[in-house]
């Protein structure tokens, strides 16, 4: 607070203010619902969001209580004006908000959702009601050596989490600390970088907080790493264990000069543990330990060491309060924003996915994807149609039988691609192979990752005939595995730049052509997309893209890159720029490329076909209010889908339709990671909408009539998430929550 001379309270950082802890007090008693009602001066909605409170106020911005349309509750943070209209600094928020999305793991509350384009833009984050770890040593007392270590390993697990995923954190501290009845969760990790270098832009200032700040972090913020981020950890279990910080109190000069120059003060901290938070405050960033070592040091650790009957009847107490919010009804209220026309990007509906969305979070997703046309609507098209169309409420025949059903491992957000004879299903942190004949788990991906990495790597998906992942250490790594799930190579493609202190991170393989993949990063200098020859290992070209919405792929011959409304053909070899389209798309738009070899498609709310060697303009198809499905090539044809439920098949020469098919039921919306319509020559497969009928539907690829419809029972009709389906001839392999299946379907 202002003006207070002990560090460990709720201060502010340097040079932006602190957010307080995203949690409400609650009152002692569960509220009444008409205490929900938002006072005058808070804005009804914000986004999709319905605000029901203000939870805090800082320099940086304002931190409100909120509701999805799929009421889940969201702390949801709103960056002030002035940042918001400082040069560059929409686009390190997206930036920041993109890494924060890639964050995963037990101990992080995920980022859900966030808009670097809004008037004042926001990020909201999955809201847990809890108190914090500052609020916990207060109120209910210092932390025992069996609760620290408890902690310890929770925020040495969350770290790990959000390293890999390429963020540092820079302000862990006692109030981004909540107390679960699991263990902690830290918060706040997604926007500090973009509104510390705005500030460097403005004053040569550093953010964080005193008395939790690595001495690196004080001298230069731009060198603040990991490293970083392990010498918080050990001033916030300084604190939990003596009740403030390792440097003491006094004026911020006082506290920022001890961190710099004179040892800990570490009285009162357990002796079993002191060596450990004492190389954790080493002044030299390379000595301290990294995340990984500290989890072997901290050892097994029990959660319920954190919960005094204090905390217990606290944590009571918010749930209560939390529950009621759910559950209140919806009110009348103004937006505080216009909704951008056309629905939100589908990196939007990727963050919903990856927060683990309920049926009704899926519900809201379709809400905001500008929900299905009625019944009776007939599809404004372009172009001539022959073949079959479906109606709306026909009746639609049960599917064969499956060949073979195996258990599938649980994974959050996992995504199904075939490597040859193997299934591989994967998310961010595990790929598992099943057996194409059986079904039967062939193997788990671990490959040995570079001695500089400290965490395990994350999965980027199959393309052709590899599967690939991404490290982060000194250097950005990308590794590729085979069918066995034996490493085949691992190529250092990142290396910090001038003036940044750590490598970009590898979020995306776009496209492999031949033996070039074409790779896309992030890091403090913005995007960029690079070509890796991965025979190799050698960065052929690399080039800097102006934002979040890019994209690349290839025919072998040129790399054809989306960057911000803007198509290039380039090189793919060389990266020289042949030819350049712009305005294709409007700009915000994430659009998916796809090409047969003589023409490039460009998917958004429309199918756009431009000649691959020189850009001319081709032709135009499917022109649709809201966004399409990415679109599958396969020989001369194009299959994309609809907002509506509708499925086109296209001819790629001329971009007439060979049929369109309107689903009789609801499919799936698809998000950032949605590859599209999966086809062979026999078959398109497309799965439902899992809020509402969980499962997939088959249509025959020469002419679109519908086949079967495959809808789960039992467990499966519970299913959270949409299937994953893959198709192969006249085979489908699909994947419910909990089960892989192979079912056989001739086309007759």
Same mark, same amino acid.
């Given at each position: 607070?202002?003006?207070?001379?002990?560090?460990?309270?709720?201060?502010?950082?340097?040079?932006?203010?602190?957010?307080?802890?995203?949690?409400?007090?609650?009152?002692?008693?569960?509220?009444?619902?008409?205490?929900?009602?938002?006072?005058?001066?808070?804005?009804? +909605?914000?986004?999709?969001?319905?605000?029901?409170?203000?939870?805090?106020?800082?320099?940086?911005?304002?931190?409100?209580?909120?509701?999805?349309? #799929?009421?889940? %509750?969201?702390?949801?943070?709103?960056?002030?004006?002035?940042?918001?209209?400082?040069?560059?600094?929409?686009?390190?928020?997206?930036?920041?908000?993109?890494?924060?999305?890639?964050?995963?793991?037990?101990?992080?509350?995920?980022?859900?959702?966030?808009?670097?384009?809004?008037?004042?833009?926001?990020?909201?984050?999955?809201?847990?009601?809890?108190?914090?770890?500052?609020?916990?040593?207060?109120?209910?007392?210092?932390?025992?050596?069996?609760?620290?270590?408890?902690?310890?390993?929770?925020?040495?697990?969350?770290? %790990?989490?959000?390293?890999?995923?390429?963020?540092?954190?820079?302000?862990?501290?006692?109030?981004?600390?909540?107390?679960?009845?699991?263990?902690?969760?830290?918060?706040?990790?997604?926007?500090?970088?973009?509104?510390?270098?705005?500030?460097?832009?403005?004053?040569?200032?550093?953010?964080?907080?005193?008395?939790?700040?690595?001495?690196?972090?004080?001298?230069?913020? +731009?060198?603040?790493?990991?490293?970083?981020?392990?010498?918080?950890?050990?001033?916030?279990?300084?604190?939990?264990?003596?009740?403030?910080?390792?440097?003491?109190?006094?004026?911020?000069?006082?506290?920022?000069?001890?961190?710099?120059?004179?040892?800990?003060?570490?009285?009162?901290?357990?002796?079993?543990?002191?060596?450990?938070?004492?190389?954790?405050?080493? $002044?030299?960033?390379?000595?301290?330990?990294?995340?990984?070592?500290?989890?072997?040091?901290?050892?097994?650790?029990?959660?319920?060491?954190?919960?005094?009957? @204090?905390?217990?009847?606290?944590? /009571?107490?918010?749930?209560?309060?939390?529950?009621?919010?759910?559950?209140?009804?919806?009110?009348?209220?103004?937006?505080?924003?216009?909704?951008? =026309?056309?629905?939100?990007?589908?990196?939007?509906?990727?963050?919903? /996915?990856?927060?683990? #969305?309920?049926?009704?979070?899926?519900?809201?997703?379709?809400?905001?994807?500008?929900?299905?046309?009625?019944?009776?609507?007939?599809?404004?098209?372009? @172009?001539?149609?022959?073949?079959?169309?479906?109606?709306?409420?026909? $009746?639609?025949?049960?599917?064969?039988?499956?060949?073979?059903?195996?258990?599938?491992?649980?994974?959050?957000?996992?995504? %199904?691609?075939?490597?040859?004879?193997?299934?591989?299903?994967?998310?961010?942190?595990?790929?598992?192979?099943?057996?194409?004949?059986?079904?039967?788990?062939?193997?788990?991906?671990?490959?040995?990752?570079?001695?500089?990495?400290?965490?395990?790597?994350?999965?980027?998906?199959?393309?052709?005939?590899?599967?690939?992942?991404?490290?982060?250490?000194?250097?950005?790594?990308?590794?590729?595995?085979?069918?066995?799930?034996?490493?085949?190579?691992?190529?250092?493609?990142?290396? =910090?730049?001038?003036?940044?202190?750590?490598?970009?991170?590898?979020?995306?393989?776009?496209?492999?052509?031949?033996?070039?993949?074409?790779?896309?990063?992030?890091?403090?200098?913005?995007?960029?997309?690079?070509?890796?020859?991965?025979?190799?290992? $050698?960065?052929?070209?690399?080039?800097?893209?102006? @934002?979040?919405?890019?994209?690349?792929?290839?025919?072998?011959?040129?790399?054809?890159?989306?960057?911000?409304?803007?198509?290039?053909?380039?090189?793919?070899?060389?990266?020289?720029?042949?030819?350049?389209?712009?305005?294709?798309?409007?700009?915000?738009?994430?659009?998916?490329?796809?090409?047969?070899?003589?023409?490039?498609?460009?998917?958004?709310?429309?199918?756009?076909?431009?000649?691959?060697?020189?850009?001319?303009?081709?032709?135009?198809?499917?022109?649709?209010?809201?966004?399409?499905?990415?679109?599958?090539?396969?020989?001369?044809?194009?299959?994309?889908?609809?907002?509506?439920?509708?499925?086109?098949?296209?001819?790629?020469?001329?971009?007439?339709?060979?049929?369109?098919?309107?689903?009789?039921?609801?499919?799936?919306?698809?998000?950032?990671?949605?590859?599209?319509?999966?086809?062979?020559?026999?078959?398109?497969?497309?799965? %439902?909408?899992?809020?509402?009928?969980?499962?997939?539907?088959?249509?025959?690829?020469?002419?679109? $009539?519908?086949?079967?419809?495959?809808?789960?029972?039992?467990?499966?009709?519970?299913?959270?998430?949409?299937?994953?389906?893959?198709?192969?001839?006249?085979?489908?392999?699909?994947?419910?929550?909990?089960?892989?299946?192979?079912?056989?379907?001739? /086309?007759?």
């Amino acid at each position: 607070m202002p003006g207070a001379s002990d560090p460990t309270l709720q201060q502010p950082p340097t040079t932006v203010p602190e957010q307080p802890a995203t949690v409400p007090q609650p009152p002692t008693a569960v509220p009444p619902r008409h205490a929900t009602v938002p006072p005058p001066h808070t804005p009804g +909605r914000i986004g999709p969001y319905e605000i029901f409170q203000l939870l805090g106020e800082g320099g940086m911005g304002r931190v409100f209580l909120a509701r999805s349309p #799929g009421s889940r %509750l969201v702390a949801l943070k709103v960056i002030r004006p002035e940042y918001a209209e400082a040069p560059n600094f929409r686009g390190r928020f997206r930036r920041e908000a993109d890494a924060a999305g890639r964050v995963s793991g037990f101990y992080t509350p995920p980022v859900v959702d966030a808009d670097a384009d809004a008037q004042q833009p926001w990020l909201a984050t999955a809201y847990v009601p809890a108190p914090s770890l500052h609020d916990v040593v207060r109120r209910f007392g210092l932390l025992s050596e069996p609760a620290l270590r408890a902690l310890g390993t929770g925020l040495a697990e969350s770290l %790990l989490a959000i390293h890999a995923a390429g963020v540092v954190h820079r302000d862990l501290k006692p109030g981004n600390v909540l107390v679960t009845h699991d263990g902690p969760r830290v918060i706040d990790f997604g926007i500090s970088r973009a509104v510390d270098a705005t500030q460097m832009t403005r004053t040569d200032a550093v953010i964080g907080t005193p008395g939790f700040m690595a001495p690196e972090q004080i001298v230069s913020s +731009r060198e603040a790493g990991p490293a970083a981020d392990v010498f918080s950890l050990g001033c916030v279990l300084t604190f939990a264990a003596i009740g403030r910080g390792p440097f003491g109190a006094g004026n911020t000069a006082e506290i920022l000069y001890r961190a710099v120059h004179t040892p800990p003060q570490l009285d009162g901290v357990p002796d079993a543990l002191r060596p450990l938070v004492e190389a954790c405050l080493d $002044k030299d960033p390379a000595r301290r330990p990294a995340v990984g070592a500290l989890l072997t040091a901290l050892g097994s650790a029990d959660p319920s060491a954190l919960l005094t009957p @204090g905390l217990r009847e606290d944590l /009571a107490q918010r749930e209560a309060h939390a529950a009621v919010l759910v559950t209140a009804p919806p009110m009348p209220v103004t937006p505080l924003d216009t909704a951008v =026309p056309g629905g939100p990007s589908r990196r939007r509906f990727l963050w919903i /996915a990856a927060a683990g #969305g309920t049926a009704a979070a899926a519900a809201g997703a379709v809400a905001l994807a500008g929900g299905r046309s009625k019944p009776g609507r007939t599809p404004g098209r372009g @172009g001539s149609s022959t073949g079959s169309m479906g109606r709306r409420g026909a $009746k639609v025949a049960g599917g064969p039988k499956p060949q073979w059903s195996s258990p599938l491992r649980r994974l959050e957000s996992g995504q %199904l691609r075939l490597l040859g004879s193997t299934l591989v299903h994967w998310d961010q942190t595990t790929a598992v192979g099943y057996d194409t004949a059986t079904g039967k788990e062939r193997w788990t991906a671990s490959p040995r990752v570079p001695s500089d990495v400290s965490g395990e790597p994350n999965w980027l998906g199959v393309q052709g005939s590899t599967l690939y992942a991404t490290a982060w250490g000194d250097r950005g790594y990308l590794l590729g595995l085979d069918v066995n799930g034996t490493l085949k190579f691992s190529h250092a493609v990142t290396e =910090p730049e001038e003036g940044s202190y750590s490598p970009d991170h590898i979020h995306h393989v776009f496209c492999v052509a031949g033996s070039v993949a074409l790779v896309g990063s992030d890091g403090n200098q913005g995007y960029k997309v690079r070509a890796v020859d991965t025979a190799s290992g $050698k960065v052929l070209w690399s080039r800097k893209v102006a @934002g979040s919405d890019h994209h690349a792929y290839s025919d072998g011959r040129t790399c054809f890159l989306h960057d911000a409304g803007t198509v290039h053909g380039m090189d793919l070899r060389t990266g020289k720029v042949r030819w350049t389209v712009r305005d294709v798309v409007r700009p915000g738009d994430y659009p998916d490329l796809a090409t047969d070899g003589n023409a490039l498609l460009v998917t958004s709310v429309k199918v756009q076909a431009f000649r691959a060697s020189d850009g001319r303009a081709l032709w135009t198809a499917v022109n649709e209010p809201t966004n399409l499905s990415p679109t599958t090539v396969l020989g001369r044809r194009a299959y994309v889908a609809d907002g509506q439920g509708t499925v086109f098949a296209l001819d790629t020469r001329d971009g007439k339709q060979l049929w369109h098919t309107a689903s009789p039921l609801p499919l799936n919306p698809g998000g950032a990671l949605d590859p599209g319509p999966s086809a062979s020559s026999s078959l398109v497969a497309l799965p %439902l909408f899992s809020a509402v009928t969980p499962g997939f539907v088959v249509l025959r690829a020469s002419d679109g $009539k519908l086949l079967w419809a495959h809808q789960g029972s039992g467990a499966e009709a519970k299913n959270k998430n949409a299937w994953l389906v893959q198709t192969a001839g006249t085979t489908i392999y699909a994947a419910s929550d909990t089960t892989l299946h192979a079912f056989r379907s001739d /086309a007759p």
